[in-house]
């Protein structure tokens, strides 16, 4: 078995891709904080116009009965 912190630093995001990911973020205004103590999962709050500039998408709303 592998302990929390071997897990923790198998999927840790290298630096780079750190720094890259909050920075295209931020370009986009978008503000994320680290979730994990190695911050392999990011969270941020923001608009949906953000999120579709940001990464070039469209959100749309489907309501089924």
Sequence with gaps: HLSNDRV???VKPS???LQAVRAHLS???????MATPNADFLLAQTT??????????SYGRARFF
Excluded: K, L, P, S
């Design 8 to 10: 923790h630093d198998m």
């Design 15 to 17: 630096a780079t891709a």
């Design 27 to 33: 370009r986009h205004n978008i503000r994320d904080t």
């Design 48 to 57: 949906v116009g953000a999120v579709e500039a940001a990464f070039g998408c």
